[in-house]
């Protein structure tokens, strides 16, 4: 299996033709190897029982945690249910945390997404939809791809266009490096079907910036 391969062309992570032939434990034994070559590089004593063990951790946290969104046999399995009410009306779900890593830098990406939909015949379980970002989040990402991503298989599996994806984050390689900016934050938003009426965007935004305690 290659990458999502319900989506097209530069929505895609890429991807090693090769990527999940070895198995997760494979990989987190090269990835121990390399990483403890960089730590000696940069002149750490691994013998220290502080760093002996840093590699391992590493790469267990590399393949296990933070990027095991690249793998599309973790995606989460989102059932979907009739639409029973025939609730038609914006349906939004908000304040989803963003933990991700940006590719260029392989810097945590910290924030936020706000995803809204108008159910045709199916829905989901609304914590479906926070895995679902959750897994897209958890690879090497750049947020416009993110965006766009979470929107596409959102559109495929709940079987309407009508659907919405704002990500608001701050970018450790913007904040803590480089330019070191601490108070920007990134804010993209990807839309389809409806939410192409500035009516409708505009009835959605105003349902997120109503804030819970
Ligand atoms: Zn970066």
Do not use: W
């Amino acid at each position: 299996m290659m990458g999502d391969s319900h989506i097209s062309g530069a929505t895609e992570t890429p991807l090693r033709a090769d990527a999940f032939e070895k198995s997760d434990d494979a990989k987190i034994e090269r990835i121990q190897h390399h990483f403890s070559e960089i730590m000696k590089e940069l002149g750490l004593d691994l013998t220290d029982d502080s760093l002996s063990g840093t590699p391992y951790r590493v790469a267990k946290m590399y393949v296990k945690e933070l990027f095991y969104g690249l793998n599309p046999k973790n995606r989460p399995k989102v059932s979907t249910f009739d639409n029973k009410y025939e609730y038609q009306k914006i349906l939004v779900e908000q304040n989803i945390t963003i933990d991700s890593a940006c590719e260029h830098h392989f810097l945590p990406i910290v924030g936020n997404a706000h995803v809204g939909y108008i159910p045709k015949d199916k829905v989901v379980g609304l914590s479906k939809l926070n895995r679902l970002v959750d897994y897209y989040a958890h690879r090497p990402q750049v947020q416009e791809r993110l965006c766009l991503q979470i929107l596409r298989d959102l559109q495929k599996t709940l079987g309407t266009e009508d659907v919405i994806v704002v990500v608001n984050a701050k970018h450790l390689c913007v904040s803590s490096r480089g330019i070191k900016d601490k108070s920007s934050f990134t804010t993209t938003v990807e839309f389809g079907g409806q939410f192409a009426d500035p009516m409708i965007r505009k009835e959605f935004f105003d349902m997120v910036s109503f804030q819970l305690d």
